[in-house]
């Protein structure tokens, strides 16, 4: 791509890199490229961090075609600066556009406008314990109307957070609450698509959540309310019998980058790993029989996150003592050491970016 690059007068004064908490904090420049059915993908520019010029009558506003990812770069112990597994989160973003009805921003533009962007934000990307650049790719449709229908215009944007971890608790066990009245996802629907009215719609499910003490929402299917899907910021594993049990991807749970990846690790490691349905009921009554052994959500943002405990209607179960299990330590130590390059990375998943 052609990329054209506007300097910054003035650059902006950089946070406390060692309380970055996350999502806090944006950096100096941001990516936007322009989409028309005439010329398709156009005028490709890194330009100062700055508020967005939008008409009330912006489609996004008012019909949500819009589409997110999330990644992050990360500095080695030499200095040098990597993205895991680019192409991933490229190939997502397609299919999310697909069925929002939006155009392709092909995965070669999107690696290269990610790479370019963080070339030139290479000093805001810190090398303090746990942290890492998280880098929110995102695109809207903004045509000028009020009609229904997919628009003729859209803006692919990337803009750049320096962050901590994403849960305060760090690697620590959290509590979760099923919920059992609300819905997220439903065949057929936007569940596996990475767009901001799935989170929207969650919001409330995870405010109920919040007043039990609870630090995430674990959903069931939008059908019989009966089986495990996938926690509103994370896809979950449970380890159970010493096998791994996830929900299969089959168009309600996000396709996780985080989840690929430990399931090719868990494999690799003669874990067998079944991607299955899995009912709340049978869940619950593993715990209380001890062979719920751990559990763990997966994601970009928190990577590995324990859960010490489940809060399903009136029963509650506790997880290997709400302690970090072992798995779920081995899998956080071992993919953290991949993405910050401390360990060989056989699997090829490491784009470095200088």
């Known amino acids: 791509m052609d990329i054209k690059f506007i300097e910054r007068k003035q650059l902006k004064e950089k946070p406390n890199f060692q309380n970055l908490g996350f999502g806090k904090y944006t950096t100096d420049y941001m990516f936007e490229m322009d989409w028309d059915e005439e010329r398709g993908w156009h005028d490709a520019k890194i330009t100062p961090y700055a508020p967005i010029a939008m008409d009330p009558s912006c489609v996004a506003l008012h019909y949500a075609q819009e589409t ?81 229908h997919p628009a003729n215009t859209y803006k692919f944007m990337i803009i750049c957070s320096p962050s901590g971890a994403y849960y305060t608790e760090g690697v620590n066990p959290v509590k979760i609450l099923v919920e059992d009245e609300l819905v997220r996802a ?36 939008g059908v019989e309310r009966k089986y495990v899907e996938e926690v509103g910021t994370m896809n979950m594993m449970f380890k159970m019998d010493g096998e791994i049990y996830t929900a299969p991807i089959q168009g309600t749970v996000l396709p996780g980058v985080t989840r690929d990846s430990i399931i090719h690790i868990l494999k690799d490691w003669g874990i067998k790993v079944n991607e299955t349905s899995v009912a709340i009921d049978d869940l619950m009554q593993a715990g209380h029989d001890n062979r719920l052994e751990e559990a763990f959500g997966t994601g970009t943002a ?53």
């Not at 895991?84 to 999107?110: D, G, H, Q, T």
């Not at 810190?126 to 890492?132: F, G, I, L, Q």
């Not at 901001?196 to 969650?202: D, I, M, Q, T, V």
């Not at 405010?207 to 299917?221: H, T």
């Open 186 to 221: 439903a065949k057929g629907g936007t569940g596996f698509a990475k767009c901001g009215g799935n989170y929207a719609g969650s919001i409330l499910g995870q405010k109920k959540a919040a007043a039990k003490g609870c630090a995430q929402v674990l959903w069931l299917d």
């Open 68 to 148: 997110f990812e999330g990644l992050k770069a990360y500095r080695t112990a030499t200095g040098a600066i990597k993205l895991f597994r680019p192409e991933m989160n490229a190939l997502r973003m397609i299919k999310s556009n697909e069925r929002l009805c939006m155009p392709a921003f092909p995965v070669e533009m999107f690696v290269e406008a990610v790479t370019e962007l963080v070339k030139v934000e290479k000093d805001w990307v810190p090398s303090e314990p746990e942290t890492s650049l998280y880098i929110r790719p995102f695109m809207f449709g903004n045509e000028h109307t009020l009609g229904v």
């Open 302 to 354: 928190a990577v590995i996150s324990p859960v010490g405990e489940l809060l399903y209607k009136e029963d509650t179960v506790t997880i290997n003592d709400f302690k970090t299990g072992e798995l779920t330590q081995k899998l956080y130590d071992y993919l953290t050491a991949l993405q910050w390059g401390e360990i060989e990375d056989k699997y090829n998943w490491i784009v470095t970016v200088c």
